[in-house]
Nanobody, 118 residues
Framework: VQLQASGGGSVQPGGSLRLSCAASGSAFSIIVMGWYRQAPGKQRELVARITSAGSTDYATSVKGRFTISVNNAKNTAYLQMNSLKPEDTAVYYC?????????????WGQGTQVTVSS
């Protein structure tokens, strides 16, 4: 399974960005998709995740500002980020856990940089 992330960039505080993460491959079903982020000098942290059934989890710091959604038919997750703050600056990584014939597996996408600065 490969994950292709897109949508990062630079934005001023208060602005918005939308990240996309498309999963491709064969013979898999998505259990959960999510976004993590890692700022310089900090550990990677969960931003948001969504199950195939639509259940969501958010980091406290992004609740009310970020929204995660998934298009199961396209195996694609989206992270709509509004009211961005400088502290949201980080490399954002897409993650998925899938079910395959031999069991469950976890995959990571390449990071996409999000910079929030005036």
């Amino acid at each position: 399974v490969q994950l292709q992330a897109s949508g990062g960039g630079s934005v001023q505080p208060g602005g918005s960005l939308r990240l996309s993460c498309a999963a491709s491959g064969s013979a898999f079903s998505i259990i959960v998709m999510g976004w993590y982020r890692q700022a310089p000098g900090k550990q990677r942290e969960l931003v948001a995740r969504i199950t195939s059934a639509g259940s969501t989890d958010y980091a406290t710091s992004v609740k009310g500002r970020f929204t995660i959604s998934v298009n199961n038919a396209k195996n694609t997750a989206y992270l709509q980020m509004n009211s961005l703050k400088p502290e949201d600056t980080a490399v954002y990584y897409c993650n998925t856990r899938v079910r395959r014939t031999m069991g469950e597996y976890e995959y990571w996408g390449q990071g996409t940089q999000v910079t929030v600065s005036s």
